[in-house]
Structures are given as C-alpha cells and as structure tokens.
C-alpha cells in the first residue's frame, strides 16, 4: 500500500512539474512588445523628450511601438527596417497615446507620396516635348504644420526630411483597436502570476491526483485503526 501511496504521489509531482514547465514555455513563448495608438489627430512624434523637438504627427489610428515607459515622454518606435523603409527611433507623450494590450496586425501605415518639381530655365527637351518638371516618389511618415503651411516628413534614399503638401494626405484608418483598445494606463508586463493561469483541464488534473492521495492515504489509515483495534481486541484473551 505504500508504494501505492509514494505511486501517486509521484504521479502529482510530475503532474504539478509539466504545468509549471507548460506556464513557463507559454510565458516564454508570449510577446513582451508593448504598441499603443494615435487614437486622435494630433499626437506627435519627438526627436528628444522635449516640447520644442515635434518632427510629425503620426497618422491617425496607426501605432508606435514602445520602447520604454516614462513621465511624460515614452521613448517608441514608429514603422522598421522592411525595406524600403527605416525604424525610426523617437518619443511621445504618454498621456497622448492609448496604450493596447495586443499586437497589432498592421501596426504602421505604408504609404506613398509623389512630388512633382518644376524646373525653370533654359529646359533640354526629350522628343517633341519641353522636359520642364521632375516628379520624386517619397515614403511618407507623418505630416507637420508650421502655420497656415503644411509638410509632409518623409523618407527617401536614405534621408528623412520635409516636403510641401498642398493638402492633407488621405489613407485607409486602421480600426483595429475600436474593439480592442485597453484602459489609457499601460497594461502590466512580465507578470507571470498573471500572463499565464492554468487551465480548466490542468486544474482539474491536479485536484483529482490530489483528492486520489488523500483517499487512499485515509483508507490506509482506517486499515491501521482496525488492525490497532484488532490488536488490543486480541490481546484481551
């Protein structure tokens, strides 16, 4: 009977250690990245952790990805280095963006801008006809308005700077976190008590292997009363 009892008892601690290696694979395997969302039209994007350094505001409904948390700039990401395009690394105030707590399935916006440049003066001409402009296809991070004035901040050749716009760009809005926004603090990261809780089969595993020590350690003890019982029942003769 004992080793029926050190049987079981052995089957709960190996059960016990394949959940705890399960959670830990699952916490293991789990995104630390951290995103949150330009939920209106005017949050910017820093160079530096300072009021004066705004390079753009990102587009409307389209995410940074976060670096690091702080009061009141977060240090974040914005696009990556899929080429053509480039990370950029910079800052924006944490009370501005909405914090999510999943990973966006298109996080960044990709798009294009084309600028057409006029060229005055003496002008070669190719064929029949004046070659008088020049038009340049630039990646497009994010606008800026310096007075009645609009720009787009945009990348190209390896060089990030202004270009004039004569009017706001239009995109397709990214909706994914309508359904899926989280409250405005961010949420908690590498909170293992809380990233990764067992399941209902797990938990029930445990509980029967547990209640099966405990009835048979309870009847083996019944066993021992009634042989003691026996015993002192014997010995009265």
């Known amino acids: 009977m004992k080793r029926i009892i050190i049987s079981i008892i052995f089957l709960v601690v190996a059960a016990l250690s394949s959940v705890s290696a399960t959670v830990s694979a699952k916490a293991d395997g789990e995104s630390s990245e951290l995103y949150a969302v330009a939920d209106s039209r005017d949050v910017y994007f ?44 910079g800052y924006c105030k944490k009370s501005e963006i909405t914090f999510v707590d999943f990973t966006p399935v298109r996080p960044f916006l990709r798009r294009e801008v084309t600028v057409r440049y006029s060229i005055e003066g003496n002008l070669p001409t190719v064929g029949t006809g004046a070659f008088d402009s020049v038009e340049i296809t630039y990646l497009y991070y994010g606008s800026y308005r310096a007075g009645t004035s609009l720009f ?25 976190y309508l359904d899926q926004t989280s409250a405005e603090t961010p949420p908690p990261q590498n909170d293992p008590a809380g990233s990764s809780p067992l399941t209902a089969v797990q938990i029930t595993v445990i509980c029967v292997l547990c209640v099966a020590v405990v009835g048979i350690a309870a009847f083996v003890l019944r066993g021992k009363r009634s042989d003691v019982r026996h015993k002192d029942e014997t010995s009265d003769f």
Do not use: M, W
């Open 46 to 89: 820093y160079s530096e952790p300072q009021e004066n350094s705004g390079l753009f505001i990102l587009p409307y409904t389209y995410y940074v990805k976060v670096i690091s948390l702080g009061e009141p700039f977060c240090r974040v990401e914005y696009l990556d280095d899929a080429a053509p395009y480039r990370k950029i690394t």
């Open 152 to 176: 787009h901040y945009v990348y190209n050749n390896g060089e990030f700077g202004y270009v004039p716009a004569a009017e706001e760009l239009t995109y397709e809005l990214n909706t994914d």
